[in-house]
């Protein structure tokens, strides 16, 4: 029994963390793209705003891959035999409660405004 819970949360756990290193390494593609943007963009780079775009960029990636991972988790879990559908099941309740996560608060906090941010 004790056995049994402790796989689960090992998996569930490991699900977590694949999902924040798939965020990390998505993250990481968008900074490299939006540097690149900012660089050859005309006028001077603002410093305030290029952070808060790298700080929106993560948690919009990390967003994304826990909404994106209740789509691919289960189709995975279908495709897989074995003991990989497990690491896949895993995935998919690590994604939804990431998901829960980030909705509770995006809904506390009222989502990102745009518009006030660049108000002075």
């Given at each position: ?66 909404y994106g ?52």
């Amino acid at each position: 029994m004790m056995e049994t819970i402790g796989e689960f949360l090992y998996s569930l756990l490991a699900g977590i963390g694949k999902l924040l290193l798939v965020a990390v390494i998505v993250w990481m593609i968008g900074l490299i793209i939006l540097l690149f943007r900012e660089l050859f963009r005309a006028g001077d780079l603002n410093i305030r705003t290029y952070l808060y775009k790298v700080w929106k960029m993560l948690l919009v990636c990390n967003e994304f891959i826990a909404y994106g991972s209740l789509i691919v988790g289960p189709i995975m879990a279908y495709r897989t035999e074995g003991d990989e559908r497990l690491g896949y099941i895993m995935l998919s309740i690590s994604g939804l409660i990431l998901s829960g996560i980030y909705i509770y608060i995006r809904k506390r906090v009222k989502g990102i405004d745009l518009f006030k941010f660049n108000q002075k």
